[in-house]
């Protein structure tokens, strides 16, 4: 049941571990997460900056947008605002202010399980949002919602502390507690297909690629 619960921040993620996820693909970090975490339903809103940081969650009634703002009081710099609209698509939950807001207080980005507005301001900017859908219909202001707990977007489960990477290809989150072994794991993947890339621009490629790693 929706309550109207405020629970304290988890710890952020080291600079250095959200910089490095936030030059991997999406794909490949994925694939690492044997290709079974993922937001489904959401793409980017904006002109397709990547974007990872630590997540700070809201779930909200759908259609109302309160307890966001009030969500925008509390953000800290690098922390992504993911929001549980129950992927609702009748309102749009926030537009152009409420992200240029995020963006003057440092967050990393929005990820939203619902709608957004003002779509043609959004795309021109670099602050990323992920959403389901755009519509112009502006949101209720009444409530409840909570503030740092468990939500679900697309289907994916994200607690708060979780890293949040987001590209072109969509959403996914995973715990900090296997970051480490998990960008070793991607950056391997990575390299790997960059050679692969190489070698087919070269006329060279002989393949040998396993289906694991496809």
Do not use: W
Not at 17 to 39: E, Q, T, W, Y
């Amino acid at each position: 049941m929706l309550t109207e619960r405020r629970l304290p921040h988890a710890p952020q993620v080291d600079p250095a571990l959200i910089d490095a996820f936030r030059a991997l693909p999406v794909a490949n970090i994925s694939d690492n997460l044997h290709r079974m975490v993922g937001a489904r339903g959401l793409r980017p809103f904006h002109d397709g900056t990547p974007m990872c940081g630590t997540a700070m969650t809201v779930r909200t009634r759908a259609g109302d947008n309160k307890v966001i703002h009030e969500a925008l009081e509390l953000v800290r710099p690098g922390d992504v605002i993911v929001v549980d609209g129950g992927g609702d698509l009748e309102r749009a939950l926030i537009g152009e202010i409420m992200s240029s807001i995020a963006k003057m207080r440092g967050a990393a980005g929005f990820v939203l399980d619902g709608a957004v507005r003002d779509l043609d301001s959004l795309a021109k900017d670099n602050f990323p949002v992920f959403a389901c859908a755009g519509i112009h219909l502006g949101p209720y202001k009444n409530g409840p919602g909570e503030i740092n707990v468990p939500v679900s977007i697309g289907g994916m489960t994200v607690n708060p502390g979780d890293i949040v990477v987001g590209d072109g290809d969509g959403i996914t989150a995973f715990s900090p507690d296997i970051a480490e072994a998990l960008l070793e794991a991607t950056r391997a993947q990575s390299a790997k297909e960059e050679q692969m890339l190489a070698e087919i621009h070269a006329g060279t490629y002989g393949g040998g690629y396993s289906a694991k790693a496809r």
